[in-house]
């Protein structure tokens, strides 16, 4: 009898190691995609996703309005989103990162500080398997789910071709000045070679460029006081970014400078303004809260899948005094947060 019991005490402890191997050959890191082979059982469904979106520097109202468009669709889903500003430092971004990745985050979604250092980031959270977003700027390498990208290329020799043929409609001659992004951003150097194709196409010259590092207006008052007074022969300048562009605008009503042509990149509610008013000619506006909204659902479909479109373009608005009023609807849907 003892022996009876004792095989069937064996026979209990064998079963239950097999239910434990089962198991545990079954689990998934918290966050990964669902391994390839297993097309009926994703990894982790999108019930209450915890979201990180480390951005470059809540200061930029570009990154305002992507971060709106993220919390619009966890809003829409019931996920929780943590926003890190990184303060537009690189190394900030990557403990920003590791902090994400220590909570359990779900899904990373992350607007690079700049291309080089982001690959930094994108390895950390491959080691964790959290599948992470890009949204706009871009990468120099690492390994994502996907990039939502603006057709920068595209966008800036849209602006460039309507500046051009602006200055030759109204007889205008003289070099283009021109105000950056950092050109460690992949974003920023194709917005300087999509405009400076389509101008000096066009048989004009570009004149003195420079780089803002911190992205304030007080930054860029300053470059296009200097562009100005260092260049006699400048009749316009080209501005990256929203910021830049106030910036711009400033130094040249503090300047009575009446006649210079203002081209620029970003849209936001005081750049319509300015269109309005005459002050800056046109804008390539991309569509930063649309932007958002594709990167959560990018996010949560690689998820749920196990994949997702490994590129999403979200194109660009060419804004004019022309076409300004019948675009708004659409300006206040996708390129910024009413109200922000």
């Known amino acids: 009898m003892k022996r009876i019991q004792k095989m069937l005490s064996l026979a209990?402890?064998?079963a239950m190691m097999m239910s434990l191997?089962?198991?545990g050959n079954n689990a998934t890191p918290a966050g990964s995609a669902a391994p390839s082979g297993d097309a009926d059982a994703p990894a982790k469904t999108a019930d209450a996703l915890e979201v990180a979106y480390l951005l470059p520097s809540a200061a930029v109202p570009f990154w305002v309005y992507l971060q709106n468009g993220i919390q619009e669709k966890c809003d829409e889903y019931g996920y929780n989103l943590t926003v890190y500003d990184s303060n537009n430092e690189a190394s900030t971004q990557l403990k920003n990162a590791q902090n994400a990745i220590t909570t359990g985050k779900d899904l990373i979604i992350i607007s690079p500080c700049d291309s080089s250092s982001c690959p930094a980031v994108l390895d950390a959270a491959e080691e964790a398997g959290i599948p992470v977003i890009v949204a706009d700027v871009g990468t120099d390498s690492g390994t994502y789910a996907s990039y939502i990208s603006?057709?920068?290329?595209?966008?800036?020799y849209e602006v460039g071709q309507y500046l051009a043929n602006y200055m030759k409609e109204n007889s205008v001659d003289g070099t283009i000045g021109e105000i950056?992004?950092?050109?460690?951003?992949?974003?920023g150097q194709l917005r300087q070679?999509?405009?400076?194709?389509?101008?000096?196409?066009?048989?004009?010259q570009m004149g003195t460029s420079l780089s803002?590092?911190?992205?304030?207006?007080?930054?860029a008052e300053g470059f296009c006081q200097n562009i100005i007074s260092g260049d006699p022969n400048c009749v316009a300048i080209w501005s990256h970014q929203e910021t830049s562009t106030v910036?711009?605008?400033?130094?040249?009503?503090?300047?009575?400078?009446?006649?210079?042509?203002?081209?620029?990149?970003d849209g936001s509610p005081i750049i319509v303004d300015y269109i309005r008013e005459g002050k800056v000619l046109c804008c390539g506006a991309q569509q930063p809260v649309e932007m958002g909204r594709q990167a959560l659902e990018a996010g949560k479909t690689y998820i749920e899948t196990g994949s997702c479109e490994p590129?999403?373009?979200?194109?660009?608005?060419?804004?004019?005094?022309?076409?300004?009023?019948?675009?708004?609807?659409?300006?206040?849907?996708?390129?910024?947060?009413?109200?922000?």
């Open 193 to 204: 070679e999509g405009f400076t194709k389509a101008v000096t196409e066009a048989g004009f």
């Open 150 to 156: 603006t057709p920068n290329y595209e966008g800036s």
């Open 212 to 219: 803002v590092s911190n992205s304030t207006y007080d930054e």
């Open 12 to 14: 209990l402890a064998l």
């Open 311 to 340: 590129e999403i373009g979200v194109p660009t608005l060419l804004i004019t005094a022309e076409n300004v009023e019948e675009l708004m609807p659409e300006i206040e849907a996708n390129v910024y947060t009413p109200g922000v």
């Open 247 to 265: 910036g711009i605008i400033t130094a040249l009503e503090g300047m009575n400078e009446k006649d210079i042509l203002v081209a620029c990149f």
């Open 21 to 23: 191997v089962s198991c």
């Open 180 to 187: 950056t992004i950092p050109l460690a951003r992949k974003n």
